[in-house]
T-cell receptor
Framework: AQKVTQAQTEISVVEKEDVTLDCVYETRDTTYYLFWYKQPPSGELVFLIRRNSFDEQNEISGRYSWNFQKSTSSFNFTITASQVVDSAVYFC????????????FGTGTSLTVIP | SAVISQKPSRDICQRGTSLTIQCQVDSQVTMMFWYRQQPGQSLTLIATANQGSEATYESGFVIDKFPISRPNLTFSTLTVSNMSPEDSSIYLCSGTKREGPQETQYFGPGTRLLVL
């Protein structure tokens, strides 16, 4: 069975602090994809990153970085020097194989960046 | 990315009525889906919208309550039938787009539904 766990329900940080959002997944598939989405107060889900199960290389995009570790089944997301605009709910998701159709979402982490 | 639009963006409805939500995607999207996000919750897949045939529903969702149509590649509708306050949610349309060897799922802005 597939499952995504985001243990942190809510996080508050002061602007300019770094923050890491945790994501742990479960799957028996050998091929799978991991995603992070941002949902600002407006409600729209914004795609941030996709990582496939064969690529454990960490990725950095501006202030965002992702740490994928198959050994611990984790795909953590770090925001460096957080800004108020980063305040949103962040969802980690898992999809099976290469079809991209069956998505399993975590329960989300609500991040509040305090000015 | 993919361009996905939905309408209405929000609505307030009376119990017992039905609401149809429309979703328009750009031509590069392959598969289309409908999700529900109840207040403060994560996303739950309702169904896969199949072009020209009946949608594929997930456990707990039935066609009589959530009829879905997809008459062509780029358009789909979801109807929430005989609404009750428990149907108050955000309903999201999504589509997958192939980018190289991989697919990514993009989401519309959502329809916020409040049932009184």
């Amino acid at each position: 069975a597939q499952k995504v766990t985001q243990a942190q329900t809510e996080i508050s940080v002061v602007e300019k602090e770094d923050v890491t959002l945790d994501c742990v997944y479960e799957t028996r598939d050998t091929t799978y994809y991991l995603f992070w989405y941002k949902q600002p107060p407006s409600g729209e889900l914004v795609f941030l990153i996709r990582r496939n199960s064969f690529d454990e290389q960490n990725e950095i995009s501006g202030r965002y970085s992702w740490n994928f570790q198959k050994s611990t089944s984790s795909f953590n997301f770090t925001i460096t020097a957080s800004q108020v605009v980063d305040s949103a709910v962040y969802f980690c998701a898992l999809s099976r194989g290469n079809t991209g159709n069956q998505f399993y979402f975590g329960t989300g982490t609500s991040l509040t960046v305090i000015p | 990315s993919a361009v996905i639009s939905q309408k209405p963006s929000r609505d307030i409805c009376q119990r017992g009525t039905s609401l149809t939500i429309q979703c328009q995607v750009d031509s590069q999207v392959t598969m289309m889906f409908w999700y529900r996000q109840q207040p403060g919750q994560s996303l739950t897949l309702i169904a896969t919208a199949n072009q020209g045939s009946e949608a594929t529903y997930e456990s707990g969702f039935v066609i009589d309550k959530f009829p879905i149509s997809r008459p062509n590649l780029t358009f789909s509708t979801l109807t929430v039938s005989n609404m009750s306050p428990e149907d108050s949610s955000i309903y999201l349309c999504s589509g997958t787009k192939r980018e190289g060897p991989q697919e990514t799922q993009y989401f519309g802005p959502g329809t916020r539904l409040l049932v009184l």
